[in-house]
């Protein structure tokens, strides 16, 4: 079983930065994809940003240009690097993996399960 811890959310203000991390909760696993979410209330999900296999990147409009994911393999754990934040930038973040484990030759998807982040005017 895997579990997806998120940290990093929390209250500021507008043009202020926060970190984001999902921790996985296995070691013997290789990231397949990997992304974030976000879901504000009376909306639907949208895809904050995403990385393939190869390292890939890529972002929502609203995104790019101010939000870096990234991921570190050796601490089984991705982040998502939030730069000149926006009151429109409040919802929940839940982060999303697809994972190898250990030798199963098949991909798996989990889920976080999400951190508030709340930017004020």
């Known amino acids: 079983q895997v579990q997806l811890v998120e940290s990093g959310g929390g209250l500021v203000q507008a043009g202020g930065s926060l970190r984001l991390s999902c921790a996985v909760s296995?070691?013997?696993?290789?990231?397949?994809?990997l992304g974030w979410y976000r879901q504000a209330p009376g909306k639907q999900r949208e895809l904050v940003a995403s990385m393939d296999r190869w390292e890939t990147t890529r972002y929502a409009g609203s995104a790019e240009g101010r939000f870096t994911i990234s991921r570190d393999n050796a601490k089984s754990t991705i982040y998502l690097q939030m730069n000149e934040l926006k009151p429109e930038d409040t919802a929940v973040y839940l982060c999303?993996?697809?994972?190898?484990?250990?030798?199963?030759?098949?991909?798996?998807?989990?889920w976080g399960q999400g951190t508030q982040v709340t930017v004020s005017s």
């Open positions: 296995r070691s013997d696993v290789s990231f397949n994809a």
């Open positions: 999303h993996v697809q994972v190898f484990i250990g030798r199963d030759p098949y991909p798996y998807d989990y």
